[in-house]
């Protein structure tokens, strides 16, 4: 998702962007692969960690969808195309 960030040309991307697209999902996928790894000694802590890296990942969700939504409704003109090539027009 790092490379869609940099790669866009609509807006520069802000911290706020880079926080929720990108760190955000590491830090959760990371928790997530270091309670496999802890899961057989330290149980409790690890459906603990499991928890924790859900709700990050679904808060996350919600506010990049939120973000989504907003730019569609408030940023995007009606009729206006969508910018690069649709996937049906690349070769």
Known sequence: MAWRVRAQTAYRPEFEDWLFYV????????????????????????????????????FTGIHNAWDAATYHIFVRKPGQ??????PSEQV
Do not use: Q
Request: proline share 7%; with cysteine; glycine share 12%.
């Open 23 to 58: 760190v955000l999902p590491i830090a959760a996928y990371t928790l997530l692969g270091i309670t496999a790894c802890a899961a057989r000694s330290h149980v409790g802590v690890a459906l603990f960690g499991v928890g924790a890296a859900a709700l990050l990942l679904l």
């Open 81 to 86: 195309p969508e910018s690069g090539p649709r």
